[in-house]
């Protein structure tokens, strides 16, 4: 069920956070990963990757993810050896507490060397966060500036979202931008500082058509 931020309400204060991270988001792009790792319960192994762009809050997934499970988190396959991810995934089967390796792309695009490896890698379910929708770009921008300790209005990310590259990227290079932007000028982060920064810096088009609002959210 949404909150009054339209944020869905998650287990284990998975929408708070943790106390260096802003809240989890969840939307259409990361909503089937979410619900898996609600649900280790229903793996078929005991071990899953999780892929999806850089900045789309899937490190702060694997905390709260460890935080609920005691399960191991592995935050990038190439941080430890292909040894060590191989005693791990074997420590999962054996103990029954889950294993979440966190990467860039699925085991299938990874070059490794050990065979016993690659053969186990290719059974492991792989969860996938897509680029963020409509509904959790606006809720991520509002999150970030938040972080910031910035008040925004609500026309804020309803009048950049249309406009901006729909990327986990481009949100925090927006965010970074506007940040700067009202420090050096002195002044609130309202429509016409969003124009004169953004314009300036290529970061939006506003010959976009305006999209639909937000609608339902999934529930996870």
Not at 3 to 21: C, E, V, Y
Not at 152 to 172: D, G, L, W
């Amino acid at each position: 069920m949404a909150g009054p931020s339209g944020q869905i309400a998650l287990p284990l204060d998975w929408s708070a956070g943790g106390a260096n991270d802003g809240p989890l988001i969840v939307g259409a792009s990361n909503a089937d990963a979410v619900r898996y790792l609600r649900h280790v319960a229903t793996w078929p192994v005991r071990t899953a990757v999780l892929t999806g762009p850089r900045g789309s809050g899937r490190s702060l997934m694997g905390r709260l993810f460890a935080a609920e499970t005691g399960g191991r988190v592995i935050d990038g396959p190439a941080s430890v050896s292909e040894e060590e991810i191989f005693h791990a995934w074997n420590a999962a089967q054996s103990s029954g507490t889950p294993l979440l390796i966190i990467a860039d792309a699925p085991p299938a695009e990874w070059n490794i060397a050990l065979p016993d490896l690659r053969s186990r890698l290719a059974a492991v379910p792989v969860l996938t966060i897509g680029e963020p929708d409509d509904c959790l770009a606006r809720d991520l921008i509002e999150a970030l500036f938040a972080q910031r300790g910035i008040a925004i209005a609500p026309e804020v990310p309803s009048y950049i979202v249309p406009r901006m590259e729909r990327s986990y990227a481009m949100i925090h290079r927006i965010v970074a931008a506007l940040d700067a932007a009202s420090l050096e000028k002195g002044r609130g982060i309202g429509i016409r500082l969003i124009r004169e920064t953004l314009l300036s810096q290529g970061l939006i088009d506003p010959d976009l058509l305006e999209r639909e609002s937000c609608s339902n959210r999934p529930e996870v």
